[in-house]
């Protein structure tokens, strides 16, 4: 009888240390993988968190041309936002400066600033992250003086780029546009009377431009 209730009792004890250790496996299932999708990615060159939302603060400075006398410089900064995942939008302005041979001035120099419409678009989610972009608006005629009269037009700029890794909050950039600037230039001709007449001369600048700059998310 003894033998017996010993039998029994043993058998419950090992059916209770059986349970045990099935409750306890679960348990450290359930924990690790809690700690799995609540674990932060302390990487300061990749984010996790939707840029959706988000507002960036980009300013780029490019140089174009055939240097000395057919040159362009153009320095400009964006305020855009991530509408998804990839794409960003925005407004912006910079300051252009483009100069270029004439048949009947020399070497002629002419200031922009241009104000535009920016997109961008992310090509991929790498740490390295290449993307496309176009600017397009109006470039506005500055620092004239008595002798200059030109006028502003159309500014374009397409182009493709590299976002670099860095802090959540700083990307450098590095891209290669084509910036493309209207302008009217007067030009002094004559009728058949040998009268001198003033003519607009309609002029594209048209160049390829190296452009470095940064990128600041600023708030979301």
Request: proline letters at 4%.
């Amino acid at each position: 009888m003894i033998v017996k209730k010993c039998i029994v009792v043993f058998c419950l004890f090992l059916t209770s240390i059986s349970s045990y250790a099935q409750l306890t496996a679960a348990s450290v299932l359930l924990d690790n993988h809690s700690l799995s999708e609540n674990k932060i990615d302390t990487n300061p060159f990749t984010t996790k968190e939707s840029e959706v939302g988000s507002y960036r603060l980009s300013s780029t400075i490019g140089l174009g041309g055939n240097f000395p006398d057919n040159v362009t410089t153009d320095w400009d900064i964006v305020l855009g936002k991530f509408i998804s995942q990839r794409l960003l939008v925005g407004l912006g302005f910079s300051l252009g400066f483009n100069s270029g041979d004439t048949s009947w001035n020399g070497v002629e120099e002419q200031y922009f600033l241009p104000v535009f419409a920016y997109s961008r678009y992310y090509l991929a989610k790498n740490r390295y992250r290449p993307f496309i972009y176009l600017r397009l608006g109006h470039g506005f005629p500055r620092l004239k003086n008595a002798t200059e009269d030109y006028k502003g037009g159309l500014n374009f700029q397409p182009g493709i780029g590299l976002q670099f890794p860095s802090s959540n909050k700083f990307h450098f950039l590095l891209k290669v546009g084509r910036n493309i600037q209207h302008t009217k230039l007067p030009v002094t001709s004559f009728n058949a009377d040998f009268d001198p007449i003033i003519l607009d001369h309609s002029r594209w600048y048209n160049r390829t431009m190296l452009i470095i700059g940064l990128s600041r998310k600023i708030f979301k």
